[in-house]
């Protein structure tokens, strides 16, 4: 018998007790560990270096809404119109997305109040293939702004999306005109649309509803753009500014209207639905 097993029989070792897999969580901004359950609680905002975290439709709506809000039923749309694969098939792809996420979509509408002020909310998921936005993203966005001239309440729009959806080729970059036209029909009834940039908001989405709120408001750090910083870099040969790309960035050049905590982001929203309806509840 070697030394070791002779020492192994002679302590008193307890057995090896099993921890969730879950129970931390490494900050990606500063590398800190951070508890699971404490870093949720913080609204998945990082209490060291104030990094905010990417977060699901459900988180999201259960920050921003009052509770009792309705999560409004996704549109139908034809699946795989291209009938598109690449090293997957892209019905595959979609089972795989669905089965990992709680809705069927990244655009997921839902109908609540925020601080009593009734309002349709629109939040991308990002965990839902990139957050990209095709045909059902489309569609969900323009049922959304329908419902909000329904019940004569603000569409406010949480965007996080890496941009179309490949996969659908053409068909998703309609849905930049669709929303844009969507859009129009909020402003023709008089009704508020907001925008909330969160972390990542890039491509066709920028390019088209997440820049066109009466508000833009961005989260703190929140990467929003059209093209990639190494692309814009590679075609103006010229190194970018410090911070390109990001919110503080884009605050100081006047194209976001304000940076949000994510704390203050519900209060916010509020104060600007309130003055915004003023006039509307006045007639």
Request: include cysteine.
């Amino acid at each position: 018998m070697s030394w070791l097993n002779k020492v192994r029989n002679a302590l008193p070792f307890t057995p090896k007790r099993d921890t969730p897999d879950n129970l931390w969580i490494k900050c990606p901004s500063c590398s800190e560990m951070l508890f699971t359950k404490e870093y949720e609680e913080n609204l998945s905002v990082c209490p060291h270096c104030e990094h905010h975290g990417r977060i699901g439709a459900d988180a999201r709506f259960s920050q921003l809404l009052d509770p009792g809000y309705e999560l409004l039923p996704a549109p139908k749309v034809k699946e795989d119109p291209l009938k598109f694969r690449d090293s997957k098939k892209y019905v595959d792809r979609l089972k795989a997305a669905r089965a990992a996420n709680p809705h069927p979509d990244a655009l997921t509408n839902a109908l609540g109040r925020i601080e009593g002020q009734k309002t349709v909310v629109g939040v991308q998921d990002f965990a839902f293939m990139g957050g990209s936005m095709g045909m059902a993203v489309g569609n969900a966005f323009v049922a959304g702004c329908a419902r909000a001239v329904q019940e004569k309440c603000p569409y406010v729009a949480v965007t996080a999306a890496g941009g179309a959806r490949m996969q659908e080729g053409i068909l998703s970059l309609m849905q930049m005109p669709r929303s844009t036209v969507a859009i129009a029909g909020l402003r023709a009834a008089g009704l508020p649309y907001i925008v909330v940039l969160t972390d990542p908001t890039t491509g066709g989405v920028t390019a088209s509803y997440a820049m066109l709120g009466d508000v833009q408001i961005a989260e703190p750090g929140a990467l929003i753009g059209f093209a990639g910083q190494r692309v814009i870099q590679d075609t103006i040969r010229e190194k970018l500014p410090e911070g390109f790309q990001r919110a503080e960035y884009l605050h100081a050049h006047g194209m976001v209207d304000m940076v949000t905590h994510r704390r203050d982001l519900k209060a916010t929203l509020a104060q600007v639905i309130d003055y915004l309806m003023a006039g509307k509840a006045a007639a």
